[in-house]
C-alpha cells in the first residue's frame, strides 16, 4: 500500500484534487468528515466542546453551530489550539485504524485528505506528500465567495494555517491550482501514474 499525504491552503482546491484522484481509484480518508462525525451529539468531543464553549455553540437541532464555533476559535489563537489538541486524537486514532483496514484490505494507494498535515505533525503517516498550491489572492477570493466570508475572516482563517509557501517547499509533489480544472487533472495524473508503475 502506498500512502499519499494531501495537503494545502484552505481554499487552494484541495477538494478537487482529492475528487479526481478518487475517480482515478484512489482510497480516500478526510480527515474533515472524520473530524465532523466526531463532534456528532453526545460524541466525548461533543461533550467537552459544549462545556467548554457553552450553549451558543448549540444548534436546535443538536449540532454544534460550525459558524458560530469558527467565529470563535479563528478570531482566538488559544481557543483554537484548545479545539485542535482536543480532537485532533479523536481524528488521528480513526485514520490510522482505516489505514490498518486498508492495508490488510490489500488496497493500492490510498489518500490522506488532511488541511492540518503539517501542522499537526500527520505527514509521517504518508509515504509521500503533495501540497495543492495557489496564490494567495487566489486563496483569499475563493475563500470569501466559498464561505460568504469578510475579508478580514477569510484572512484570519489563511493566517492560523502554516503558510503555503512553508508547505510548498516540504511538499514531496506540488500541484499549482492556478490554471483550469483541465490543467490540475493533469499534474494529479501525471503522478498518479508514476506511483501506480512503482
Known amino acids: 500500500m502506498f500512502v499519499i499525504g494531501l495537503?494545502?491552503?484552505i481554499a487552494s482546491g484541495?477538494?478537487?484534487v482529492s475528487k479526481i484522484l478518487a475517480q482515478a481509484g484512489a482510497h480516500i480518508i478526510d480527515a474533515d468528515k472524520i473530524a465532523h462525525d466526531v463532534v456528532m451529539p453526545n460524541q466525548l468531543a461533543w461533550q467537552k466542546i459544549v462545556s467548554h464553549f457553552g450553549m451558543s455553540t448549540i444548534l436546535e437541532n443538536g449540532q454544534l453551530?460550525?459558524?458560530?464555533?469558527?467565529?470563535?476559535?479563528?478570531?482566538?489563537?488559544?481557543?483554537r489550539k484548545w479545539l485542535e489538541e482536543l480532537i485532533h486524537p479523536f481524528v488521528r486514532a480513526a485514520i490510522e485504524k482505516?489505514?490498518?483496514?486498508?492495508?490488510a484490505e490489500k488496497k493500492e494507494i490510498v489518500v490522506l485528505d488532511i488541511p492540518l498535515l503539517y501542522e499537526a505533525g500527520w505527514d509521517t503517516l504518508a509515504d509521500e506528500t503533495w501540497?495543492?498550491?495557489?496564490?494567495?489572492?487566489?486563496?483569499?477570493?475563493?475563500l470569501v465567495q466559498r464561505d460568504r466570508l469578510s475579508l478580514m475572516q477569510a484572512q484570519k482563517r489563511i493566517d492560523s494555517q502554516m503558510p503555503l509557501i512553508e508547505k510548498v517547499k516540504r511538499a514531496d509533489y506540488v500541484i499549482d491550482n492556478m490554471f483550469d480544472l483541465a490543467k490540475t487533472r493533469e499534474q494529479v495524473l501525471k503522478?498518479?501514474?508514476?506511483?501506480?508503475?512503482?
Open 7 to 9: 495537503t494545502g491552503g
Open 65 to 79: 453551530d460550525r459558524a458560530a464555533l469558527g467565529a470563535t476559535v479563528f478570531s482566538n489563537p488559544a481557543q
Open 98 to 103: 482505516k489505514i490498518q483496514v486498508w492495508n
Open 14 to 16: 484541495k477538494s478537487t
Open 131 to 142: 501540497v495543492v498550491s495557489v496564490d494567495t489572492a487566489t486563496q483569499l477570493k475563493r
Open 191 to 198: 503522478r498518479w501514474n508514476q506511483i501506480r508503475k512503482r
